[in-house]
């Protein structure tokens, strides 16, 4: 059975500063990863995904996420903080590679500072 | 393109009382996947439908249901609520839910409250 690991359910950080989300994962196959957004009140957006085509993957506003076999990681990344990134950050693993069965970590909520 | 329709937005329900969420999906979106989001419990997958046919389901007990419609709009159930039940339910659609190169989207979900 897939599981994911986000470390730190909240991560501050300085406008401009660099972002770095925690997420890893368990799966007794090659998983296919997912990053999400949630914004307050709102459902799910989808930044980036690695389906094993490349390891570095570039999502939208900015971030990227590296999959690293090796350390069963998949950590989201983003070289500087806009305040408009504040929100809450999921990663998640899917069963078979399909989209429609995804299981979700916990989240991190980030918190950008002025 | 409209995205992913759930009605209500909000709901407030008592204990022991029954309740039925909607989800219309994007148009020509086939499948349809549910999930609970709890602060406790994260978010869960409930049950997916195809094509008007179950093809998942979560680990949740049966009073939890769900049915979509030849026009892939989907339902779900939760009979005899319970205080646990309280969450925002999520629905995703999918054009190809095994294609790795279609995304889910996500409506912005129903909040339930039981009291």
């Known amino acids: 059975a897939q599981s994911v690991t986000q470390l730190g359910s909240h991560v501050s950080v300085s406008e401009g500063a660099l972002v770095l989300l925690r997420c890893n994962y368990s799966?007794?196959?090659?998983?296919?990863l997912f990053w999400y957004v949630q914004y307050p009140n709102q459902g799910l957006q989808l930044l980036l995904k690695?389906?094993?085509?490349?390891?570095l993957v570039k999502g939208i506003n900015g971030f990227e996420a590296e999959f690293k076999k090796s350390e069963t990681s998949f950590h989201l990344t983003k070289p500087s903080a806009h305040m408009s990134d504040a929100a809450e950050y999921f990663c998640?693993?899917?069963?078979?590679?399909?989209?429609?069965?995804?299981?979700f970590g916990k989240g991190t909520l980030l918190t950008v500072n002025p | 393109k409209a995205g992913v329709t759930q009605t209500p937005r909000y709901l407030i329900k008592t204990r022991g009382q029954q309740v039925t969420l909607s989800c219309s999906p994007i148009?020509?979106?086939?499948?349809v996947s549910w999930y609970q989001q709890t602060p406790g419990q994260g978010l869960q997958f409930l049950f997916e439908?195809?094509?008007?046919?179950?093809?998942n389901k979560g680990n949740f007990p049966g009073r939890f249901s769900g049915r979509q419609f030849s026009n892939s709009r989907s339902e779900m159930n939760v009979s005899t609520l319970e205080l646990g039940d309280s969450a925002l339910y999520l629905c995703?659609?999918?054009?190809?839910?095994?294609?790795?190169?279609?995304?889910?989207?996500f409506g912005q979900g129903t909040r339930l409250t039981v009291v």
């Open positions: 998640a693993v899917s069963v078979g590679g399909s989209n429609y069965k995804l299981t």
């Open positions: 995703a659609s999918s054009s190809d839910p095994g294609g790795l190169n279609t995304e889910a989207f």
């Open positions: 690695y389906t094993s085509a490349a390891t």
């Open positions: 148009s020509g979106h086939r499948s």
């Open positions: 439908y195809f094509s008007e046919t179950q093809r």
């Open positions: 799966s007794s196959v090659p998983p296919y």
